[in-house]
């Protein structure tokens, strides 16, 4: 099983909303990422988890919380977000130990604020 | 500051022909380097990956070759198939503290391979 699955696969929000992005993964890996992605421009790293701990916080605004709440699910908590969130948020995954170092990544969800 | 370059935005082939997706990159510490493919509204798919101590790495039809000295590297598909036609990502691994893997992507490339 090479899958990595995210939920919802759409998500309009208010700006006053809360949602929460969820992921999981059952390939065993011990590193999961989140990634957001605008039209026409690569990944962005947001979050490193390695060993259900934030690893890497790459300056992310606070209105973004990440959780991990054990090694196979990842959540990515929303709170008054603004319209340039906007975006594809990606899940991916990886085994750390071993070469090589993939990443495998789930659909997305298409997330719009209003 | 942008480290990993796809400098083509976009790459038209005939079926049948071979496509070279190119790629340059500035940090020498990068270690492994790794090929996405993305179809629109879908996650990117790993394809193909090198690690720095080589030069080049085949997988059907699909090869990369890494130029260490140039701090280049590129991605043949052959023969190129209709279905291949995605955006392909370059991707660079930096390790970084604990083990982590963190990826640096390139800008991608639309390849439109065309029957």
């Known amino acids: 099983d090479t899958e990595v699955t995210q939920t919802p696969k759409h998500l309009v929000m208010g700006m006053t909303n809360k949602k929460s992005l969820k992921c999981e993964q059952h390939m065993g890996h011990r590193a999961m990422y989140w990634y957001k992605q605008k039209a026409k421009k690569p990944p962005e790293l947001m979050f490193v988890?390695?060993?259900?701990?934030?690893?890497i916080n790459e300056s992310v605004p606070s209105r973004f919380s990440p959780e991990c709440p054990n090694s196979s699910l990842l959540n990515l908590h929303l709170h008054a977000l603004q319209p340039e969130d906007s975006a594809l948020y990606l899940c991916?995954?990886?085994?750390?130990?071993?070469?090589?170092?993939?990443?495998?990544f789930g659909p997305g969800t298409r997330l719009t604020v209003t | 500051d942008q480290q990993v370059k796809q400098n083509s935005p976009s790459l038209s082939v005939q079926e049948g022909r071979i496509s070279i997706l190119n790629c340059d990159y500035t940090?020498?510490?990068?270690?492994?380097f790794l090929w996405y493919k993305k179809y629109p509204a879908e996650g990117p798919t790993f394809l193909i990956s090198i690690s720095s101590i080589k030069d080049k790495n085949e997988d059907g039809r699909f090869t990369v070759f890494l130029n260490k000295s140039a701090k280049h590297l590129s991605l043949h598909i052959v023969p190129s198939q209709p279905g291949d036609s995605a955006v392909y990502f370059c991707a660079a691994s930096l390790l970084g503290g604990g083990a982590t893997n963190k990826l640096i992507f390139g800008t991608g490339t639309l390849l439109a391979v065309q029957p």
């Open positions: 940090n020498s510490m990068f270690d492994y």
């Open positions: 988890y390695s060993y259900e701990k934030l690893s």
């Open positions: 991916a995954s990886s085994q750390e130990y071993r070469d090589p170092y993939e990443q495998y």
